[in-house]
């Protein structure tokens, strides 16, 4: 096969083995056992030591759209709508894909290097030989934890961006804390924080997922380690684009009222 095609193939085979391990993981998720303490130690890990990179950058990520807002919208004098057309932004779509990024960076390379490495070591092999489900134990609690985590991690985001957004503003016009957060949630409500929150979820279980997928079928000893956890972080980025997309034009669909 030669040209183009094989590279394709490669592509195609790729998409449907991991799609395969993904709903494998799916169902396994309502077979015992559950692996709870698992599944909470794994939570701390994904959602606890991300929150400050998270909390840092959309703190950042809020108070440089301010500021570019403010300068786009001062031209037509509507500076007063700033706070509503941030948390409009942040709510809706920067919030969410800025956090599923950035945890696909942290916890997606750090899950592909360290089932990489439990793989080319055999300890995978280890925990299988003591009739330990290695799937249901490593795989199955890491995605739960991915998809329970990114929602509660899209919140801080959302929260220190609008907080960030807040600080820049006051610094512009010395708006009241009152006043901002009154403007800024009166075009927002709570209805739209539902398909947001949702498709937070489906980005988590997309990380978790390929994570897992590159580290536990990882080969070819330390370089292997390293391709699994580049690898997670490029293909799990480039999914929740992909995603992100499909859900966009989906809730458009499904919930008119949520555009």
């Known amino acids: 096969m030669n040209g183009w095609a094989a590279p394709a193939v490669r592509g195609f085979a790729l998409v449907g083995d991991a799609s395969i391990f993904g709903i494998r993981s799916l169902f396994q998720v309502f077979r015992r056992p559950f692996e ?4 909470v130690r794994q ?3 994904v959602g606890y030591l991300s929150l400050p990179l998270v909390a840092a950058s959309g703190f950042a990520v809020g108070a440089v759209m301010s500021m570019h807002t403010r300068a786009t919208l001062a031209r037509f004098g509507a500076e007063a709508t700033i706070p509503a057309a941030l948390a409009i932004a942040l709510v809706r779509e920067t919030g969410p894909l800025v956090a599923a990024l950035l945890v696909s960076g942290r916890v997606g390379a750090s899950i592909g290097a360290e ?9 995978i092999d280890a925990l299988e030989s003591l009739a330990v489900d290695s799937f249901k134990y490593l795989v ?3 995605v739960v934890a991915c998809t329970l985590a990114l929602p509660i991690l899209t919140t801080v985001m959302n929260f220190t961006g609008m907080l960030g957004g807040f600080l820049a503003e006051h610094a512009a016009s010395s708006m009241s804390f009152e006043l901002y957060f009154r403007r800024a949630f009166s075009l927002v409500e709570f209805r739209e924080l539902i398909p947001a929150t949702l498709k937070t979820a489906v980005f988590g279980f997309i990380i978790g997922t390929l994570s897992c997928y590159l580290g536990y079928r990882a080969s070819g000893g330390s370089a292997g380690v390293g391709r699994a956890s580049t690898r997670s972080v490029v293909y799990s980025s480039i999914c929740l684009i992909l995603a992100n997309v499909i859900l966009v034009r989906g809730i458009s669909f499904l919930l008119p009222e949520a555009r």
Do not use: Y
């Not at 089932?115 to 300890?123: D, I, P, W």
């Open 36 to 39: 709870l303490r698992e599944i």
């Open 43 to 45: 939570i701390g890990e």
């Open 115 to 123: 089932l990489g490495a439990m793989r080319v070591t055999e300890q």
């Open 140 to 142: 199955v609690t890491r």
